[in-house]
């Protein structure tokens, strides 16, 4: 087949959940044998060096466009314009005429078979056509609104994603009747998806790891004399900044009261400057910034956190971590839609306390620590493999071909 696949983000440098997904499910599908066009928002700064997408796709279009995280978006005039014209901000956002016109100029060039969109972001500039077309869920859209909605104390940024979450909802549910088909990160958020189009079909694609690239390294791990935790993310993603944040006042203290030595690394890109000098100074927490690569961060903690109090779709950093061997403690938001065992591949915690005591009980226990490591692993090779992504995407691949042959030969 011929696919045009539509996204907002280029996917490379792979340095965050995002940019994995979408290359992974693009090398998927060229691995199957179908020809992939890839066209783009990209900024001034992208990279010079487009491998390994150049590798897979046939053409890469990118328009430039310049937008910041929405964590970071300080344009209120924006937002209040959005509220009074009941949209949401943070779809309307990438409303962009430009891309709008590139995208019928490719579909006017090209007879493409499927139009993947990725993102109910990217889906906001297609026209309207006949091609069917496949929306790549990264999350539930609406869903990260409304937790940060339920957990925020200010009654104006409450208020504000309550609405939010609201309208970014009804925009989610025009998507998915203009969508032919939709691929998910879990079987959980398949569920939360069907609230929305009881009649869409709904793929579960599942984040996946390179399980060759992510492995134990433990000479590594026994050269390093302190015990360090690790948590890694991109930190210009405001769940990331509020996991990072919470950890640091309501559980590392609880640790370290009975592991003194211990030490809290934040590994992950574009850290907020108020965060770094309100953590560093007084919890001692040492943030990296970016890093070219993780997995010496990976191979020298002892223990993986991931305290996330509200987002959706699943982590690709407990994948990577549980395919380094890594111990992972993570509250039940954070293992989310994973299919891993509780206190075999995984420990999950959400009160302080709890999350607190698990941690120190891997701290003081290096069997216990290897030996979830290595469940974690195998679990991982199982169910989120490269490989694993390429069957299931020959599924979803083959149920349209069928579909599409029986609409045909109706008409």
């Given amino acids: 087949m011929r696919i045009l696949f539509v996204s907002t ?72 314009g959005s509220l009074v014209r009941r949209k949401a901000y943070s779809l309307e956002r990438f409303r962009c005429e430009p891309m709008r016109l590139r995208i019928e100029q490719h579909l006017r060039a090209t007879p493409f078979d499927l139009l993947v969109c990725d993102s109910l972001y990217s889906l906001l500039n297609v026209p309207q056509t006949e091609i069917p077309i496949a929306l790549n869920c990264h999350n539930v859209e609406h869903v990260i609104f ?31 009747r203009r969508a032919t088909l939709a691929m998910v990160c879990s079987s959980y958020d398949r569920d939360l998806l069907r609230r929305l189009n009881a009649d869409l079909p709904i793929f579960v694609i599942p984040n996946s790891v390179d399980t060759d690239l992510f492995c134990p390294q433990p000479d590594i791990a026994r050269g390093t004399k302190v015990l360090t935790l690790l948590f890694q993310g991109g930190m210009d993603w405001y769940p990331n900044q509020d996991a990072v944040e919470f950890f640091a006042h309501a559980i590392l203290p609880l640790v370290r009261a009975e592991c003194p030595e211990v030490k809290f690394v934040v590994a992950g890109r574009n850290p907020p400057a108020y965060l770094v000098d309100k953590l560093s100074a007084s919890n001692g927490v040492e ?27 699943t982590r690709i950093k407990i994948l990577e971590a549980c395919a380094a061997g890594k111990p992972v403690v993570s509250t ?10 509780n206190g075999k591949d995984i420990s999950v915690a959400d009160s302080p306390e709890e999350f607190a005591h698990a941690v120190v009980a891997l701290l003081r226990d290096p069997e216990r620590r290897e030996a979830i490591g290595r469940s974690a ?27 599409n042959s029986l609409v045909e030969s109706i008409q």
């Fill in 287 to 313: 943030f990296t910034g970016t890093v070219p690569d993780m997995r010496p961060y990976l191979s020298a903690a002892a223990v993986v956190v991931v305290p996330l109090r509200f987002g959706s779709g």
């Fill in 332 to 341: 039940s938001i954070g293992a989310e839609g994973l299919e891993l065992e």
């Fill in 9 to 80: 983000n280029l996917p490379i440098p792979t340095n965050n959940g995002r940019a994995i997904r979408s290359l992974s499910i693009i090398g998927g599908l060229v691995s199957c044998g179908h020809e992939v066009t890839f066209l783009s928002f990209a900024g001034k700064s992208r990279p010079e060096m487009l491998y390994p997408l150049s590798s897979y796709c046939r053409e890469i279009d990118l328009l430039e466009w310049e937008l910041t995280s929405f964590s970071q978006d300080s344009d209120y005039l924006g937002r209040i």
């Fill in 146 to 176: 409304k937790r940060y909605s339920s957990m925020e104390t200010n009654l104006i940024r409450k208020c504000y994603a309550a609405v939010e979450a609201h309208l970014l909802q009804d925009a989610e549910q025009h998507g998915c």
């Fill in 377 to 403: 692993r195998s679990s991982i090779v199982q169910r989120y493999s490269h490989a694993v992504v390429r069957n299931n995407l020959e599924e979803v691949v083959s149920n349209f071909e069928k579909q």
